[in-house]
């Protein structure tokens, strides 16, 4: 028994399994993305780039980059250039990280990390990739559950934050940019006390208000993608 990736074809506007790949077992495999015909997954605390070739429909094994002490891989993004990747991990010792990877001559060679606090299920490069939006539970102190950060190609800075829920069962699952990269959208759950499970953000002079909400149905109500 396994986990297989597995590859369909929707140009008829029917599903088709066209390929697949069989990964390791016993192994959660939450996280990954496509760009063209690179496609990456966290697989046994490290990161692994597919080539997909689409003639012969066939998966190959390209790199892969191991980090050191990783439990997990909760998400994965590519910058809408190819080169960089962002990656949200988790280590054994039940802490978060966000880590910048730059994509080049077919590896990934880390950029920068910046600590996250206990869980960080989402990350998100703006459609520029100069600003990346990540979004957890139990974030660092003096940080709130919605991070953006600035990525000058090398390095990141700490650009804001704001709060979602604002509880310690609060948790943001799921994040995504406007195309212009003026809004942030966020799902999750915001707690017990409070009932906005999609909420948007304006992005303005790296400062992030909330423009708008929805409720889901109340307490216990979440989301889980945007």
């Known amino acids: 028994n396994g986990t297989e990736l597995q590859v369909f074809d929707c140009q008829e506007k029917t599903l088709e399994e066209v390929s697949y790949f069989k990964l390791g077992s016993g192994q959660d495999y939450r996280a990954s993305a ?25 998966l190959t094994l390209l790199t892969t980059e191991s980090i050191t002490n990783c439990d997990e891989i909760y998400s994965l ?55 990346i939006a990540i979004g957890g539970q139990e974030a660092n102190d003096g940080h709130d559950a919605l991070e953006v950060y600035a990525f000058d190609g090398t ?15 609060s948790f943001i699952s799921c994040l995504e940019w406007s195309s212009n990269g003026s809004y942030i959208a966020v799902t999750g759950d915001t707690g017990e006390f409070s009932s906005k499970e999609l909420t948007v953000y304006l992005f303005e002079n790296e400062i992030l208000t909330e423009t708008s909400s929805i409720n889901y149905g109340g307490p216990g109500n979440r989301g889980y993608s945007v």
Do not use: M, R
Not at 39 to 53: H, K, L, P, R, S
Not at 117 to 129: F, N, R
């Open 34 to 58: 496509w760009y063209e015909n690179y496609f990456v997954t966290g697989e046994n605390g490290a990161i692994q780039i597919y080539t997909f070739d689409g003639s012969s429909e066939e």
């Open 77 to 131: 993004d590519w910058t809408y250039s190819g080169s960089y990747l962002a990656a949200g991990v988790c280590d054994l010792s039940g802490t978060s990280s966000l880590h910048i990877y730059k994509f080049e001559n077919d590896s990934l060679s880390l950029q920068d990390e910046e600590n996250y606090g206990s869980k960080l299920y989402s990350v998100k490069w703006s459609p520029t990739g100069n600003y």
């Open 155 to 169: 390095s990141l800075n700490f650009s804001c934050s704001v709060c979602f829920g604002g509880f310690s069962t």
